[in-house]
């Protein structure tokens, strides 16, 4: 069965560090573009990075730029979120998603569209 798998979400200190994983279960990656999305408790679903397999394009949201890098291994048919300096509000559960045509990598995560193909979800949490 195709499906997205995450993994990588756990407990960590503010200021700590984390690498999501989202790896592609029977089926290939290479052109789709990976997004990464979260939510928090009582929030609204907000896409945090997303990246191109084929190219390698990749956006990342203002809100975690110089924290936050997304990257990809296609031999490992695998896109990553490398979050560094966690704050207590990165505290969500972590969603990636994959989409065959998209305008941008911004586009998709901008709009983190019900169609995209989900994982079912990494948490994180971020406190003391």
């Known amino acids: 069965q195709a499906q997205l798998v995450e993994s990588g979400g756990d407990l960590v200190q503010p200021g700590g560090s984390l690498r999501l994983s989202c790896a592609g279960s029977g089926f290939s990656l290479d052109y789709y573009t990976i997004g990464w999305f979260r939510q928090a408790p009582g929030k609204e679903r907000e896409g945090v990075s997303c990246?191109?397999?084929?190219?390698?394009?990749?956006y990342v949201a203002d809100s975690v730029k110089d924290r936050f890098t997304i990257s990809r291994d296609t031999a490992k048919n695998t896109a990553y979120l490398q979050m560094n300096n966690l704050k207590p509000e990165d505290t969500a559960v972590y969603y990636c998603?994959?989409?065959?045509?998209?305008?941008?990598?911004?586009?998709?995560?901008?709009?983190?569209?019900?169609?995209?193909?989900w994982g079912q979800g990494t948490r994180v949490t971020v406190s003391s």
């Open positions: 998603a994959a989409a065959v045509a998209v305008s941008s990598v911004q586009a998709m995560c901008n709009v983190g569209d019900p169609a995209y193909r």
């Open positions: 990246i191109n397999m084929n190219y390698g394009v990749t």
